[in-house]
């Protein structure tokens, strides 16, 4: 990981974004971009006044900023440019090949609101790179680096797995851990005909054996991931019998991960993320930033 982008606009909220992305930083040596966009307007000349103090007003401050990140021994620098703030996000991530971006939502509650029609919708719909997800003023901060506990929800699908490889590519636990969890689909009684208590004691015996045969090959799923992608890496794994979304998030927050990765099925997938699948509740609900990793390969 080399490049880091960081839309800021001024705001708290926005600012929000540094605490996830210096530590990030930190563990990668990535050069953080700061990048703010500014519609400049030239209808006359008191407009062009107004957006030259503005342009002037951004410049300083995404200056100050990169000062004190610098201060802090983490390479940045600043970037103010013309047009919306999506537009410079989606730029500037193109024209420095970056490898992540990293941007805030106004909490959990506000997400499914926030991404519809927005600037971090249009990110997650058109960026070429990986993005992070923190929601700004939501919950207690995470202490330390977000990388000491990583956590990779996998399914059993190739998709999940593609954010299991660019955890071990990009070196995000090379001085944390990373738990690999399986959520096995709780069993329903829908369709389940119970007349006497002899079949009903059948019946959920058959789902205990059914339950423990899962769980074992989950165990031995999980094993092989983790040897195939995280030799040399700390890590461990967890098998639960629950409800994916809900239960990812309630582990993630139980054994207090500073980050969780998921991926989707290319930049195409977004539609699916935000409204059906189990990243898209993990990500409007869970308290922890949510890393999203784009799968091209994916259909």
């Known amino acids: 990981m080399r490049t880091i982008i960081v839309p800021l606009d001024g705001s708290q909220v926005a600012e929000g974004a540094l605490s996830p992305a ?3 930083a930190e563990v990668t040596q990535a050069t953080l971009v700061l990048v703010q966009g500014i519609r400049f307007d030239v209808t006359s000349r008191q407009a062009e006044i107004d957006g030259h103090a503005v342009l002037s007003e951004a410049q300083q401050y995404l200056q100050t900023v990169c000062r004190r990140l610098q201060g802090d021994g983490i390479t940045a620098r600043s970037e103010v440019l013309p047009g919306s703030p999506e537009q410079a996000i989606l730029f ?3 024209v420095h090949h970056a490898d992540l971006i990293v941007m805030t939502t106004r909490g959990r509650s506000a997400l499914r609101h926030a ?3 927005s600037v971090a919708e249009a990110v997650l719909r058109h960026g070429e790179c990986p993005v992070l997800i923190a929601h700004s003023g939501n919950g207690p901060a995470t202490e330390g680096r977000i990388t000491e506990r990583i956590l990779v929800p996998l399914d059993g699908s190739s998709l999940s797995e ?3 490889a660019y ?6 636990a090379a001085e944390g851990r990373v738990t690999l ?3 096995i689909e709780q069993p329903t009684l829908y369709g389940a005909t119970l007349v006497t208590a002899q079949a009903s004691a059948e019946f959920f015996a058959s789902m205990d054996e059914q339950t423990a045969k899962e769980r ?3 165990e031995e799923y999980l094993s092989a991931l983790g040897e195939r992608y995280l030799r040399g890496m700390a890590w461990d794994k967890e098998v639960i019998v629950g409800y994916p979304s809900a239960d990812i998030v309630r582990y993630a927050t139980q054994v207090h991960a500073g980050l969780i990765v998921m991926a989707t099925e290319g930049r195409h997938g977004f539609e699916r993320l935000l409204y059906g699948s189990v990243a898209g509740r993990v990500l409007r609900h869970a308290p922890m930033p949510v890393l999203v990793v784009h799968d091209v390969n994916a259909r």
């Open 22 to 24: 210096r530590s990030l």
């Open 92 to 94: 500037a991530a193109h």
């Open 115 to 117: 991404l519809v029609g």
């Open 162 to 164: 593609a954010a299991l």
């Open 167 to 172: 955890v071990a590519s990009e070196q995000l």
């Open 181 to 183: 969890l399986r959520v």
């Open 216 to 218: 074992q090959e989950a």
